[in-house]
């Protein structure tokens, strides 16, 4: 079993930044992917960025490359999601899950899931 809980949501500006948190507790964090999915107001639940176990291969959505960038600590058990320039289209809950052997960006994939935290675009 794992626990996830992200933090680091909020409201900010268009063009502004936000840096989400998903710390995990449970078993051991490397044995994991982990993955960054937003769900937007009667919207379906997509995909936003994806890292393997190591760090050493990441993967996003068309919509966020160059402007999101997801890492890891495997020593604090934690991934971010650093998001600058952000668009009120960006507005939504954001969700980090892991999983063993995922396809990144399929969310059925993934074996547990964060509570979500707010993020709160601008214009």
């Known amino acids: 079993q794992v626990q996830l809980v992200e933090s680091g949501g909020g409201l900010v500006q268009a063009g502004g930044s936000l840096r989400l948190s998903c710390a995990a507790s449970?078993?051991?964090?490397?044995?994991?992917?982990m993955g960054w999915f937003r769900q937007a107001p009667g919207k379906e639940r997509e995909f936003v960025a994806a890292i393997n176990w190591s760090g050493g291969s990441t993967r996003y959505a068309d919509f966020v490359k160059g402007r999101f960038t997801i890492s890891r600590a495997n020593a604090k058990n934690t991934v971010y999601l650093q998001m600058n320039s952000l668009k009120p289209e960006d507005t939504a809950v954001y969700y980090c899950a892991a999983g063993v052997g995922v396809s990144y960006s399929e969310g059925r994939t993934y074996d547990y899931w964060g509570q979500g935290t707010q993020v709160t675009v601008s214009s």
């Open positions: 449970g078993r051991t964090f490397t044995a994991y992917a």
